[in-house]
């Protein structure tokens, strides 16, 4: 077996182990370790389990037993993302992989976020660590894309979702329909779960009242906003200019790292207008064929690629990515179309 397909199996683990930090991590990444013996046996594990608390890192060279410490200088650690460099609210990851004298270390991906950024590779490479860089990089970029675009971008990661009938309407003429299924209702608590804040236009807002909250899963509620120049969502929103750059900043501002858009049409045309401004689209197709006339769903932008479809019952739901190539890392080319 090639180095790189070890190095792969390794880091699998990591990325199963960061997943473990999707609701308490935040606002830090999700980052999973792993500590390999020469022989190739696991010796140690972590994940960043809550923000301010101890990193992957620290938490796999915690869990080594005793009687496996002599083995540290000749293991490897693996790590889904680049060791940290600065003092925050933890001492720099890299200065205690030193410490503890491993001999290689296999990152990733490099962090995105400025005060690291490849400093802490280097320091690991002036140290003499041997570094690996790049395994499975799609994939642990992937897994933080929220994080990746929210330091890269400078916006919340945006998914744009809405549910239509098989004749391509949003509603029953503007009055709300029950097209999700109890499943695929969950399914979007859980994505709800998942993202900072959630926002609806004013039109929605009105006639749905939706209450857009976690209730089908357990999770925090996320964020509401409400597009609405009669009660704007900061004061100095200016109704007259785009709105949608302006809610990104004053997302970002906020430290929103991510944002749902549920509706309705215009709101959601008002991002498809803005080519570099959504990240992902889910599509939810009721088989309902009962509603004859509505609001039409919107239409998918010229840069809206399929990446996958899933069928639960009668409902199908596609998602899309942007293909705008300063956003096609955010994404792994790995993914398949599953009719």
């Known amino acids: 077996m090639e180095q790189y397909e070890i190095d ?189 804040a959630i926002l609806v236009g004013r039109v929605t807002a009105e006639r749905d009242k939706p209450r857009l909250n976690v209730r089908h899963w357990s999770g925090p509620d996320p964020l509401r906003i409400v597009i609405d120049r009669n009660n704007p969502f900061d004061p100095s929103a200016d109704f007259s200019r785009p709105i949608v750059p302006q809610v990104l900043k004053y997302l970002y501002d906020k430290g929103v790292q991510s944002l749902i858009v549920e509706g309705g049409a215009k709101t959601i045309q008002g991002f498809f207008d803005c080519p570099k401004s959504w990240d992902e689209i889910r599509v939810e197709t009721s088989p309902q064929e009962q509603i004859l006339t509505g609001t039409r769903a919107p239409r998918l932008p010229e840069n809206a690629s399929l990446v996958r479809s899933e069928r639960y019952g009668g409902n199908e739901i596609r998602w899309y990515r942007n293909e705008l190539p300063r956003l096609a890392g955010y994404y792994p080319e790995s993914y398949e179309v599953k009719d």
């Open 8 to 196: 792969s199996i390794y880091m699998r683990r990591c990325l199963q182990l960061a997943r473990n930090g999707l609701q308490n991590a935040k606002p830090n990444p999700m980052v999973g370790a792993v500590i390999v013996s020469r022989d190739g046996r696991i010796i140690g594990e972590g994940y960043h389990v809550r923000c301010g608390q101890g990193h992957a890192e620290v938490n796999a060279f915690a869990s080594v037993k005793p009687e496996d410490e002599a083995l540290l200088p000749s293991a490897t650690m693996y790590v889904s993302l680049e060791p940290c460099a600065h003092y925050g609210r933890t001492p720099p990851c890299a200065d205690l992989i030193v410490r503890k004298g491993v001999r290689r270390v296999v990152v990733g991906c490099i962090d995105p976020f400025a005060k690291v950024q490849g400093l802490g590779v280097k320091k690991l490479q002036d140290a003499g660590v041997d570094v690996t860089v790049g395994v499975l990089e799609r994939e642990c970029l992937e897994l933080n894309k929220r994080f990746v675009t929210f330091n890269e971008a400078r916006r919340p990661y945006v998914l744009v979702k809405w549910c239509q009938t098989v004749r391509g309407f949003i509603d029953d003429v503007g009055r709300p329909a029950m097209l999700s299924t109890p499943f695929t209702q969950m399914l979007s608590h859980k994505l709800r779960a998942e993202y900072d």
